[in-house]
């Protein structure tokens, strides 16, 4: 018995039962960002399914800050394409295969990491287990752009030209990775690892020093706890903040009288059962 072929184990090949020949690691596996062939015609058109998706696609919404401003739940990607549109970017950090074992042998599948970011503020990390790659990584860039958040940047000594690093020290954590990002002054640049530096740099931070622990090789744990560290800086009530707070209402609330109209001029009836 050969080793780690016929078990489709990790260590020398996945065996027949592992990836098929047209999914190994060699050929075209759709990395890269960018767009990814022509669109279809569903993508082109888009339906809002929410409250929050019609309000954004009527206009009644300017801009994601409002979203943040009243914590409404995104349930769809178009909303984030909508503001940000082509100043997104996603970039695919790594593709890995996972295997659950069967009666029948291992079934293998692919998982993504995928980040987004416009470099000016909002970024998002995204995760998709998939039998095929290509799949897997559309998931995955759906799912980062649901998950966008705003990052807050400030200054290093005097407040001169635009905020170019973190507010304040901030720390994030998945698994056993830990990661600390400390404000630098301007011409530092990112002081980090090759991984949270690209999530860095697509959140739109230019200058920041990093501190990690744990088992930062796990490229998954290190870009979630990049990712959690980015999503605490609005998190920290700082004194400029200290403002009186000016209530508005919430959107829901606002445009009431729209989302009470029905979406479209069709009626359905409910047909009564035969027992009825």
Same mark, same amino acid.
């Given at each position: 018995?050969?080793? #780690? /072929? @016929? *078990? %489709? ?7 027949? =039962? &592992? +990836? #098929? /020949? @047209? *999914? %190994? ?7 890269? =960002? &960018? +767009?990814? /062939? ?14 929050? /998706? ?223």
């Amino acid at each position: 018995m050969e080793g #780690g /072929g @016929d *078990r %489709g184990g990790f260590a020398r090949g996945f065996g027949d =039962r &592992g +990836r #098929g /020949g @047209d *999914r %190994g690691r060699g050929g075209d596996r759709g990395r890269g =960002r &960018g +767009r990814r /062939g022509p669109k279809r015609e569903d993508e082109e058109k888009w339906v809002p399914v929410t409250k929050l /998706g019609r309000l954004v696609q009527q206009g009644k919404i300017k801009s994601l800050e409002q979203i943040y401003l009243h914590s409404l739940a995104v349930k769809e990607h178009q909303i984030v394409e909508f503001f940000l549109g082509a100043a997104l970017k996603d970039e695919v950090m790594k593709i890995m295969p996972v295997q659950k074992q069967t009666r029948a042998g291992q079934r293998t599948r692919f998982k993504a990491f995928v980040v987004v970011g416009d470099s000016n503020g909002h970024v998002g990390l995204g995760v998709k287990c998939s039998k095929e790659v290509a799949t897997a990584i559309r998931g995955a860039i759906i799912l980062a752009k649901i998950s966008v958040v705003p990052v807050r940047r400030g200054y290093w000594g005097n407040k001169i030209g635009k905020p170019h690093t973190i507010y304040t020290k901030v720390t994030g954590k998945c698994g056993s990775v830990s990661i600390r990002l400390i404000p630098a002054p301007k011409g530092a640049g990112i002081v980090a690892a090759r991984t949270p530096k690209k999530v860095l740099q697509m959140a739109g931070i230019s200058d920041v020093y990093t501190s990690s622990t744990g088992s930062t090789k796990t490229l998954g744990n290190f870009v979630k706890a990049t990712f959690d560290a980015l999503h605490r800086t609005y998190g920290f009530l700082t004194p400029d903040l200290w403002m009186e707070t000016r209530f508005a209402k919430s959107p829901f609330q606002e445009f009431t009288d729209f989302l009470a109209k029905p979406t479209s001029g069709k009626v359905y009836h409910m047909e009564p059962s035969a027992e009825e």
